[in-house]
């Protein structure tokens, strides 16, 4: 009975033993009811840091983290609205920078100018999200561009030009810049306007057009802003008298293909500087240009004689002008000798014109008995551009408010 019965139970054993592994690996686990360690059971805890660069349309904060509740933090960042107390339900940006001390920076943009906006930093763990202190922001206000405007030296007869840069704008974008002018001063864009065809902050330069010789114009920067029409402060300028340089140009009764060609480029270099005489200087000359091949360059003097040869190179603008400034007295008079002095011109006015086309305080007038420099366009390599024409005719109306002899009497 004994052995039977243990026969028999070993192997009911055996398939209970069976049937309780079978069951504990075919159904699931459940989740254990207690939460496990390293979970958090709070938010975080930080404070709102003090904004910093507050413009009309940004400002850049963050927040210093006391806590993280006790697990990582999975965000961090600013919230903010037009109401107290935002959450991440209404606008916010995640942190831009995180040190190790827990420190985070965020920037907001594109903010409205001159509002009140309710802020407040975030983080967010397991737990949920957690808050710092609320502060507040007020955007700048919109104000007026600001300007610097030089005093104005390129002056004509009947054109002159204006150098302005807009310093700051304001603390909004500038969607229009120019210049007004007129009579009276502190001119407005009601008056006469000049549209630069740029926007934003810089320098730009502006031609005026269509003045009246020998009368006193007033101009102001303006640009406009969300705020409105800035102005700079009011410059004035007085136009010179309109210059009369007339010629003479002797050519053959019956000249050869070679001699066309020449009064060709000839013409071209005598009519153009015959405009920039008589657009930015008020001098009076007839003059004589004569086309003579046994001339190694050019040469003039002051009775108004001009002599080219047969070089192409200096068939041109540049000579032209400079063979005219010889025509005026420069190089050619007693009176022009006595003003070089150790190398360096000696008279007011066109030593200050100097300073300003060289945009230097310390720029000077050199010269010896025949030509003078920077702006004497002595050689070709000496022009960049046509503004070199313009900076030698406004030298030369200098030198005839120092005396210069051969290019008629100045009036202011």
């Known amino acids: 009975m004994n052995k039977f019965f243990s026969l028999g139970i070993i192997p009911g054993l055996l398939c209970a033993l069976l049937l309780v592994n079978c069951k504990k690996n075919d159904e699931p686990t459940e989740d254990p009811v207690t939460t496990p360690a390293g979970v958090p059971s709070v938010v975080g805890t930080l404070t709102t840091n003090a904004f910093t660069s507050i413009t009309t349309t940004s400002a850049t904060s963050g927040g210093t983290l006391i806590s993280n509740g006790g697990a990582s933090i999975k965000d961090r960042g600013l919230c903010y609205s037009l109401t107290p107390n935002p959450t991440t339900a209404n606008q916010k940006v995640t942190a831009e920078s995180v040190n190790g001390a827990g420190v985070f920076i965020a920037s907001l943009t594109g903010l409205l100018p001159s509002t009140r906006y309710y802020v407040r930093a975030y983080v967010i763990n397991n737990a949920g999200t957690g808050y710092g202190n609320e502060i507040e922001l007020n955007t700048a206000d919109i104000v007026s561009a600001t300007f610097s405007f030089k005093p104005m030296f390129i002056i004509g007869s009947t054109l002159a030009t204006t150098d302005v840069e807009v310093l700051s704008d304001g603390g909004n974008g500038i969607t229009e810049r120019g210049v007004c002018y007129g009579l009276t001063a502190n001119p407005t864009i009601a008056d006469h306007k000049v549209k630069h065809n740029s926007t934003g902050t810089g320098r ?54 070679d001699e066309l060609a020449a009064y060709a480029r000839l013409q071209v270099a005598l009519d153009s500087a015959v405009w920039y005489l008589n657009n930015y200087t008020s001098a009076t ?128």
């Open 285 to 412: 000359k007839h003059v004589y240009l004569n086309y003579d091949v046994g001339v190694p360059t050019a040469d003039a003097n002051s009775e108004g004689w001009m002599r080219f040869g047969s070089s192409t190179g200096v068939q041109n603008i540049r000579t032209m002008l400079h063979e005219m400034n010889h025509t005026l007295g420069t190089g050619t008079t007693t009176w022009w000798t006595g003003r070089i002095i150790g190398g360096v011109y000696q008279s007011e006015n066109a030593s200050a014109m100097v300073k300003n086309t060289q945009n230097s305080t310390t720029a000077v007038l050199n010269g010896d008995s025949q030509h003078w420099w920077p702006g004497g366009l002595n050689q070709n390599s000496e022009v960049s551009s046509s503004w070199d024409y313009v900076y030698n005719c406004l030298i030369i109306e200098a030198m005839r408010k120092d005396g210069l002899p051969a290019s008629g009497s100045y009036t202011p």
């Open 204 to 257: 730009f330069l502006i031609p005026l057009t269509g003045l009246t010789e020998r009368t006193t114009y007033h101009v102001r920067g303006y640009a406009v802003n969300a705020k409105g029409v800035s102005y700079s402060s009011d410059v004035s300028f007085k136009t010179i008298g309109k210059g009369n340089i007339t010629y003479t140009f002797n050519k053959a009764v019956a000249p050869t293909a």
